[in-house]
T-cell receptor, first 112, second 112 residues
Framework: KAGVTQTPRYLIKTRGQQVTLSCSPI?????VSWYQQTPGQGLQFLFE???????NKGNFPGRFSGRQFSNSRSEMNVSTLELGDSALYLC???????????FGEGSRLTVL | SQQGEEDPQALSIQEGENATMNCSYK?????LQWYRQNSGRGLVHLIL?????REKHSGRLRVTLDTSKKSSSLLITASRAADTASYFC????????????FGKGITLSVRP
């Protein structure tokens, strides 16, 4: 069974640009969660989607948005990038609300 | 502030020794989970313990949960160099809109 796939793995952007990250969950998993990981703040919850509906949202500004498609694939978008958005963005899928999460390898975003 | 706080922040041991890591949390939980992360990679789920369980084993891992003290410990027995990684506890809070909240992690170094 294929794991969680995140693309792209690495990307470099400049301030003010926007970025879209993609996540393909494990087949059959309907829940997708996104986390931002930085050395200073650790793992911060961004949002969770289940069956195309945002079920929960973390304390991030509106520049951070996401969506989930009918095939459970998910995307997150960050607009008007700031230097502080440089981080490893992790996507995780789970079968149900029991919440054993399966993580992808992450998308490492560098904002210059 | 983080729901889960791990202790110590860093741990260095010799191969073959046992490693004990602790996690404290603040509010009622449905379950508590431990994850491992190798440098710059995605997280890997290790073990989940439910709020009505006190101890759980998986291979060389032993997890305990004390809900009265709001704390958990992860014991890795007979450590190996390959156990070198960051370890995170994550709490699944009670409530309809719960999310899995991670601590800042413990860096474990196992010296050959």
């Amino acid at each position: 069974k294929a794991g969680v796939t995140q693309t792209p793995r690495y990307l470099i952007k400049t301030r003010g640009q926007q970025v879209t990250l993609s996540c393909s969950p494990i087949s059959g998993h309907r829940s997708v969660s996104w986390y931002q990981q930085t050395p200073g703040q650790g793992l911060q919850f961004l949002f969770e989607y289940f069956s195309e509906t945002q079920r929960n949202k973390g304390n991030f500004p509106g520049r951070f948005s996401g969506r989930q498609f009918s095939n459970s694939r998910s995307e997150m978008n960050v607009s008007t990038l700031e230097l502080g958005d440089s981080a490893l963005y992790l996507c995780a899928s789970s079968l149900n609300r029991v919440r054993e999460l399966f993580f992808g390898e992450g998308s490492r975003l560098t904002v210059l | 502030s983080q729901q889960g706080e791990e202790d110590p922040q860093a741990l260095s041991i010799q191969e073959g020794e046992n490693a004990t890591m602790n996690c404290s949390y603040k509010t009622s939980i449905n379950n508590l989970q431990w994850y491992r992360q190798n440098s710059g990679r995605g997280l890997v789920h290790l073990i989940l313990i439910r709020s009505n369980e006190r101890e759980k084993h998986s291979g060389r891992l032993r997890v305990t949960l004390d809900t009265s003290k709001k704390s958990s410990s992860l014991l890795i027995t007979a450590s190996r160099a390959a156990d070198t990684a960051s370890y995170f506890c994550a709490t699944d809070l009670s409530g309809a809109n719960s999310k899995l909240t991670f601590g800042k992690g413990i860096t474990l170094s196992v010296r050959p």
